[in-house]
C-alpha cells in the first residue's frame, strides 16, 4: 500500500511564508493521507461537476468523534471549522462528493495508531489521516494554531472528495498541491526571489518523503505548481488537470498536462518558473 504525506506547518498566519523561514519553527506537523488497498477496485468515476452558483450545494452531515475528553477541545475546532472547509472543497471540486463525513479525535497515540491504520506510535509527527471511511486527527493535532487546522481539514477533505476520482498511482505531486490549494487560503503574495530557484521544479515522491526543510520545500513546490496553473489557466482547468493525470486510467503526466494546458511540460514549466519570479 503507498503512503503519501503532506506537509502543514504548525503556524500559517503569514500565507506567503516561504519554506526555509517556516522551516525555522521547529514543530514538524504532518497530514498524512492513507491509500486504503480498496481505492484500486473502486469503478473509475466521472469528472466531477461544477457547482451551478445559484444552486445552493446540499447540506453534508459530519460527526466529529472525540475519544475521550483530552480530545473533547480539538473535536469542538473540527466542528467549528467543518462547513468552511466543506464550502472550499465543494467549490473547487464540485458538488458530487459524499454526504456524510466521520471524523475522529484520538485523544492518544495508541487510538490514533490503531484507527489510522498503525505505525504511528509515540512522538510520531503525523497530525491527520485520511481513509476511505474516516479522517482520523492525532492528538498531537490539538497543539496547532487555528490557521494551521484549517489549512490541514480542508487539504484531507479534499483528499476525502476526491478519492473515488483518483488512482492509486496517481502523480504525487499533483495530489498534495492540489490539496493544499483547496485547503491554503489565497494569496497574491509570491515567494521572495532568493527561493524561486528552490521551489522551481516539481518535487519526487523521494521529495515528498523527505523530513523537516527538504519535505517544507517538496510541499510548497507542489502548491506553487497549483496556484500557478490556477492563476495562468484558471481554476476551472487545474480541476480538469487533476482529473486527466489522476483519474483511474489516467493519461500519463506528459501527455494530461499537453492534451490541459496545450503546451509541452518544459515549455510550462518554464513559463512557471518566470511566473514565480513575478
Partial sequence: MRRSTTFAGTEFNDPGFTAPRRAALGLLLVVEQAVAITLLAWPAASPPTPVVPSQPAAARTVAVIPMGPVAAGLADRIRRDFDGAADAVTRFWGDDWRRDVTIVATGSDEQFATLGGGGNGPGSDIAAVTTSERIVFAPGAAGMSDSSLQIVLGH?????????????????WLTEGVADFVGRPATQRRPDRADVVELGNLPTDADLDAVGHARSVAYDRAWWFSRFVADRYGVDVLRELYVAACRPGHRDTDTAIRETLGADVPVVLADWRRWLGG
Avoid: S
Wanted: overall charge neutral.
Fill in 156 to 172: 484531507e477533505l479534499f483528499h476525502y472528495a476526491a478519492r473515488p476520482a483518483t488512482a492509486a498511482d496517481a502523480p504525487r
